[in-house]
């Protein structure tokens, strides 16, 4: 997967080299070849733009009716506790999905006693159907997140209708890119139009990107990463101290026993003979 990334980064980014420096002359093989290709550097670059563009349209589409029936519950759960003059939730964004209690509140936190009035105002088939929406949705984009977690707050609502508006936006315009491209001959198609289209779908896919990391920056619970980033230094340390250890008293023990086979080699040709056999240098 890795590689395929890769190389389809390389060709986007040679194909665009190179129609740019055909568009502004440094690359120029005569005046009757340089529009026919330009516009078949054009039809490869729009060609690869359809990969994601066109590929992903019909993925966009069920992500965009997953969406839909998350942000129809959200608002339905604030009109309805506003209605019923409820209290509002701690996160608007994280919908409870415990039922409210049978008699009276239930048992609250002392530290946050709103929490008592956190529970779903929505029938059993109506949270049944938005935590399937939302495990859908979960599948198809890690940054979205319907609850608490222990890193991150819930995802806003607004930011994520923004996201999904914008992607399905660039597959449209990536669509109409490649009808404009493939269905008008070059020799009367305006450069303006394709390039007005490449512009806005482009900048449909950088925004999406860029609100994804304003909302992920949002919700990041960031003293908690900073004691997991702290904890996770440490235990390292602690591994690196204790693996130093382990060689110091690996080499140590090397030492020592080097030490005894010497002693003992010593003591083997110290060892006195024994008397009345002592060696004449006569025969």
């Known amino acids: ?163 999904v508006v914008l992607l399905d936006c660039h597959s449209l315009f990536q669509i109409a890119l490649g009808a404009c491209t493939w269905g008008i001959n070059y020799k009367v198609r305006p450069m303006a139009l394709t390039t007005v289209i490449l512009c806005c779908s482009i900048t449909c896919n950088a925004t999406a990107g860029l609100i994804i990391l304003i909302g992920d920056k949002k919700t990041r619970k960031k003293d908690v990463l900073e004691r997991m980033n702290r904890q996770e230094l440490t235990e390292e340390a602690i591994h690196k101290v204790e693996k130093k250890k382990e060689k110091e008293s690996e080499s140590e023990n090397e030492g020592s026993s080097g030490m005894k086979e010497s002693r003992r080699s010593l003591n083997i040709l110290r060892k006195p003979t024994k008397p009345g056999h002592e060696e004449s240098a006569y025969p």
């Open 1 to 163: 997967m890795g590689f395929l990334v890769t190389l389809y980064a390389v060709l986007i980014t040679l194909f665009g080299l190179a129609w740019v420096l055909f568009l502004i002359g440094w690359i120029n093989v005569g005046e009757g070849r340089q529009p026919y290709i330009i516009n078949v550097v054009d039809n490869v670059l729009v060609a690869l733009f359809a990969i994601v563009g066109d590929g992903l349209a019909p993925f966009r589409a069920v992500d965009t009716y997953h969406m839909i029936y998350i942000a129809h519950y959200h608002h339905f759960t604030w009109s309805r506790r506003k209605k019923e003059l409820l209290p509002e939730l701690v996160d608007h964004n994280d919908l409870p999905a415990t039922n409210a209690p049978i008699s009276g509140p239930r048992d609250s936190d002392p530290e946050d006693p709103e929490k008592q009035w956190e529970f779903t105002v929505l029938t059993p088939k109506q949270q049944a159907k938005l935590e399937h929406h939302q495990e859908k949705f979960c599948k198809s984009h890690s940054f979205y997140k319907p609850h608490e977690t222990e890193t991150h707050h819930a995802f806003p609502l607004r930011l994520l209708v923004a996201i």
